[in-house]
């Protein structure tokens, strides 16, 4: 799944690190998310999205959705 994360956590100057503890998980959660290698869980993907002030959409695409 692609992300807009990376670009909306550098939009405020968050480190990953930063990022995860507003969050309630890992920098390292926080990169695998970043980089494709994780999904989020649902309620964690609402979190992010509310977080930004954005709708999940915006956050996230499916990439089998321009199929």
Same mark, same amino acid.
């Given at each position: 799944?692609?992300?807009? %994360?990376? @670009?909306?956590? !550098?939009?405020?100057?968050? =480190?990953?690190?930063? %990022?995860?503890?507003?969050?309630? @998980?890992?920098?390292? !959660? @926080?990169? !695998? ?5 994780? #999904?989020? =869980?649902?309620?964690?993907?609402f979190?992010? !999205? *509310? %977080? &930004?002030?954005? *709708?999940?959409?915006?956050? &996230?695409?499916d990439?089998?959705?321009? #199929?």
């Amino acid at each position: 799944m692609k992300n807009r %994360l990376r @670009v909306l956590r !550098a939009e405020r100057e968050w =480190s990953q690190l930063e %990022l995860g503890g507003r969050l309630g @998980v890992s920098r390292q !959660a @926080v990169n !695998a998310i970043e980089t494709g290698k994780h #999904d989020p =869980s649902l309620p964690l993907a609402f979190r992010i !999205a *509310r %977080l &930004f002030g954005v *709708r999940i959409e915006e956050v &996230f695409e499916d990439e089998c959705a321009n #199929d």
